[in-house]
């Protein structure tokens, strides 16, 4: 079946622009996760939504960064006011739900985001 | 103290060698454990889940210490395909979120 897809693949944006980033997770995964991860770098955990509960935001690094989860499916990362310091792969994975070691992670290929 | 370390590496290996990775985790109330594998410029994959009893996979051990709240890799006669970046992952409690380690990059050569 079809996997994670994010959109876009690359974003070239100028700094002070906003940017929306898109994931649709694996049909039946009420688990989504957002990461980022800097070249050479780990993945830095930003946002997790998880069926219809209070999404964890405590990753998100700023007023400027937020997300929302409409319909227990598609996401969308919004970067507000881009900063250099922004430019990273963003990763979303979804997963059933998280009870136990039966729902690993399914991660998307990432949108490569560039702010100049 | 960070939520969950690793030592970065590099591991240089040759091929056949055993090689072992650990992690430990700082929140005592973590309830899963994985390790991730990730190829240079690819999204993270699944290797093994970690189980209180410890576990294999073919040439892979994973180890649990809840006491020391520290998990192990061994991956025993590399090969060249495992090259790759090693990460250790925690869930916050049983339905949080999970949280990478940085990764351990294994390099094995011929």
């Known amino acids: 079946g079809a996997g994670v897809s994010q959109s876009p693949s690359n974003k070239v944006t100028e700094k002070g622009k906003d940017v929306e980033l898109r994931c649709d997770p694996i049909s039946g995964h009420t688990a989504l996760y957002w990461y980022r991860q800097s070249l050479g770098q780990g993945l830095e955990f930003l946002i997790y939504f998880q069926g219809n509960s209070a999404p964890d935001k405590s990753g998100l690094p700023s007023d400027r960064f937020s997300a929302e989860r409409t319909g227990g499916s598609v996401s969308t990362l919004t970067i507000q006011r881009t900063q250099q310091e922004d430019s990273a792969v963003y990763l979303c994975?979804?997963?059933?739900?998280?009870?136990?070691?039966?729902?690993?992670?399914?991660f998307g290929n990432g949108t490569r985001l560039t702010v100049t | 103290r960070k939520e969950v370390e690793q030592d970065p590496g590099p591991f240089n290996v040759p091929e056949g060698a055993t090689v072992a990775f650990n992690c430990t985790y700082s929140n005592s109330a973590s309830q899963s454990f994985f390790w991730y594998r990730q190829d240079c410029r690819k999204e993270p994959k699944l290797l093994m889940s970690v189980y209180s009893s410890g576990n294999e996979d073919g040439r892979f051990t994973a180890q649990l210490n809840r006491a020391s709240q520290y998990i192990s890799l061994l991956i025993r006669d590399s090969k060249l395909s495992d090259s790759a970046t090693y990460l250790c992952?925690?869930?916050?409690?049983?339905?949080?979120?999970?949280?990478f380690g940085k990764g351990t990059k294994l390099s094995v050569k011929p």
């Open positions: 994975a979804s997963s059933l739900p998280p009870a136990g070691y039966n729902s690993p992670l399914h």
């Open positions: 992952v925690v869930r916050q409690g049983s339905q949080g979120n999970l949280i």
